[in-house]
């Protein structure tokens, strides 16, 4: 079974704060996504990576970076914390090649994070 | 702007009756369409999932049916379980290099009540 983990399932921070999320999986996947969920708002996606070292803005980019170093792990950064940052964030993987996917374009989801900038 | 249009927000469905979520896109460059279910404090999971060469997939006790001149699809939940009562996103994929991306509707709180 994929696993996708995240680092933390609750957590607070002040405005101004730098924050990190963390996400790993272990199916040596090469696509990895960032997202946020709001009621109402669905899912958005925030930064995606397809690569080591490679990423790309999503539809909500601002405000946030993403980094990363290794295949199995994408962080994703809150340079300076708003409120209107306080959210659900999700992480999920996908494998390139369509034939290694159960179902082209199939995600893994981790559980979530959700964050209270206060 | 909203590139997927779900609806309706919430739904209430008596157990052994049908539940039926609609969606609407825009971007006809999507060629996959996949309905993931979210129980409460865990991620998306994938339920099922179309095609737009095929008009209507089941799996179980979930139907998709998908009207590509209309640039419709909904999810037909046939004898609907108190254990299906879950949030539903529709979502339809995209090719970006060799990802897919997904853009996500806002989502369906389904509750199925005894």
């Known amino acids: 079974d994929v696993k996708v983990t995240q680092s933390s399932r609750y957590l607070v921070k002040r405005t101004g704060e730098k924050v990190f999320l963390e996400c790993v999986q272990d199916?040596?996947?090469?696509?990895m996504f960032w997202y946020r969920q709001d009621p109402g708002l669905g899912l958005r996606l925030i930064y995606f990576?397809?690569?080591?070292?490679?990423?790309e803005k999503g539809d909500i980019p601002e405000g946030y970076s993403v980094s990363r170093e290794k295949k199995e792990r994408f962080s994703l950064i809150l340079e300076s914390a708003s409120t209107n940052q306080t959210s659900m964030y999700l992480c999920?993987?996908?494998?390139?090649?369509?034939?290694?996917?159960?179902?082209?374009?199939?995600?893994?989801f981790g559980p979530g994070t959700r964050l209270t900038v206060t | 702007q909203q590139q997927v249009k779900q609806s309706p927000q919430s739904l209430i469905v008596q157990k052994g009756g049908i539940s039926i979520i609609n969606c609407a896109y825009e971007?006809?460059?999507?060629?996959?369409f996949p309905w993931y279910q979210q129980f409460p404090g865990k991620g998306p999971a994938l339920l099922i999932a179309?095609?737009?060469?095929?008009s209507e997939k089941k799996e179980g006790r979930f139907t998709i049916s998908f009207n590509k001149s209309a640039k419709q699809f909904s999810l037909h939940i046939m004898d609907s379980q108190p254990g299906d009562s879950a949030t539903y996103f529709c979502?339809?994929?995209?090719?970006?290099?060799?990802?897919?991306?997904?853009?996500f509707g806002t989502g369906t709180r389904l509750q199925v009540t005894l």
């Open positions: 199916m040596d996947h090469e696509n």
């Open positions: 979502a339809a994929s995209s090719r970006t290099g060799t990802a897919s991306k997904l853009t």
């Open positions: 999920a993987s996908s494998p390139h090649s369509p034939k290694l996917a159960g179902v082209l374009g199939e995600q893994y």
């Open positions: 971007n006809t460059a999507f060629d996959y």
């Open positions: 179309i095609r737009p060469d095929v």
């Open positions: 990576s397809y690569d080591v070292k490679m990423k």
